[in-house]
């Protein structure tokens, strides 16, 4: 049987955010979309089977493209051209034939907040949601794609508790315009933070009652998610990442930023030693630690639901020497770095398992993506 909704419907839904377009599916035969991960030092691209409903996953494929430097500067594309060609290549490399995909988006050009609302119908709410969400968005209402979820709703009173998002349309359009023109269909636009969450949910088991601050530290960016359990409770994108420690380096060795960010993967070919690099990383970090402590507080201090019991790293800025080690000890609690394959089926006929190990952090958004199925 088949079905169809009109072009550009936005899906509404937490975790399913913004159905960018569905043609036509096969009823009880959802596939897995494609996630493509757009970040600012590479594209990551994973694809998942789902073996049956509870049965788990199985590796697809999977595959990275590095991007030219100056390509995508604080996620605005600046040359589109290279973005499509390293989309291009990878596809080659990858030997990918799906043409479905599922991207996301973070940083400024996207809002996301819990908000309260008194009872009222779903119609009601989509029409409230508009009015209400032009207190929290800087920018015009007209300018953003808004989409909600009901996270709760109180049985006697019938409030509600409704997670808002909201993300600039020109930067959806932006991500989709270069996936089209590099040949993909675009299902779905998600958030960073929402992938990475997903991503920890089908590999660790949560406990209802702990904070974990889930961080993923890209090359320019820093996406924070606290979650209690499955609970998500704060979201905050920092502008901080894997660049500032290839710049520290850069500054103190007077490097370029090639040589500074070989030195700092310890890559015996960038001719610095790790003695000289590890002082610098190690004062790196602790302006990392500065950063991240300030969203932790602000985190505390206005929700009220205590400290953070956990943080788990992810994001290729996670494999930075010490910092797992560093952060365990400013903050006092367990730091784990994540491995989104831990629970997937990756065969070793198919894949190099050393090289999924190496780089399976930086696929934590992907996997997240790679969640999501056609019309879900
Ligand atoms: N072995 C390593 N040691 C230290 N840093 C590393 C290592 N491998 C990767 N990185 C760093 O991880 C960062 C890239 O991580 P990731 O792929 O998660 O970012 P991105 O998605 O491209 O960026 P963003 O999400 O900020 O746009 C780069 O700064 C890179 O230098
Ligand atoms: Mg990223």
Redesign the pocket.
């Known amino acids: 049987m088949l079905y169809a909704k009109p072009l550009d419907e936005i899906f509404l839904g937490f975790q399913n955010f913004f159905e960018i377009r569905e043609i036509a599916v096969i009823l009880g035969k959802k596939k897995n979309l494609v996630g493509l ?1 757009i ?4 594209i ?1 691209m994973v694809s998942l089977r789902e073996r049956g409903k509870g049965k788990g996953f199985e590796l697809l494929n999977f595959g990275i493209k590095p991007l030219p430097r100056e390509a ?1 500067v604080g996620g605005t594309i600046m040359d589109a051209s290279a973005v499509i060609f390293a989309i291009q290549e990878l596809i080659q490399e990858s030997n990918l034939k799906e043409q479905n995909v599922a991207t996301s988006v973070d940083g400024a050009s996207v809002i996301i907040q819990k908000i309260n609302m008194t009872a009222m119908s779903d119609a009601e709410l989509n029409e409230a949601i508009r009015w209400e969400a032009g207190q929290y968005i800087p920018f015009d209402i007209e300018e953003v794609r808004l989409d909600h979820e009901i996270l709760e709703q109180d049985p006697t009173t019938g409030n509600l508790k409704v997670l808002l998002v909201a993300a600039k349309r020109d930067l959806v359009n932006e991500y989709t315009s270069i996936l089209a023109q590099a040949g993909l269909n675009t299902f779905a636009v998600d958030i ?1 933070s929402f992938c990475v969450q997903n991503a920890y949910e089908i590999n660790y088991p949560t406990n209802a009652s702990e904070i974990t601050a889930l961080v993923n ?5 820093t996406n924070v998610c606290m979650v209690k359990g499955t609970v998500p409770l704060f979201w905050r994108d920092l502008q901080w ?3 500032n ?2 710049e520290g380096i850069q500054r103190e060795l007077t490097l370029n930023f090639e040589q500074a ?1 070989a030195a ?3 890559k015996e070919d960038s001719g610095i030693k790790m003695e000289q690099v590890i002082p610098i990383i190690n004062q790196m970090n602790q302006e990392f630690g500065i950063e991240l402590k300030k969203t932790l507080d602000f985190f505390k201090l206005t929700t009220n639901e205590g400290a953070v019991q956990k943080i788990v790293l992810s ?3 996670s ?2 020497p010490n910092l797992d080690r560093f952060l365990a000890q400013q903050f006092g609690v367990s730091v784990e770095v994540m491995n989104p394959f831990q629970n997937i089926d990756v065969s070793e006929s198919n894949f190099s398992v050393d090289t999924v190990n190496a780089l399976a952090p ?1 696929f934590a ?1 992907s996997v997240g993506l790679a969640l999501r199925k056609v019309g879900e």
């Open positions: 991960d970040g600012s030092s590479s990551k995508i960073d530290i890209g090359a320019s960016t990442g894997g660049d420690f290839t960010e700092k993967e310890g994001g290729g800025g494999k930075v930086m958004v």
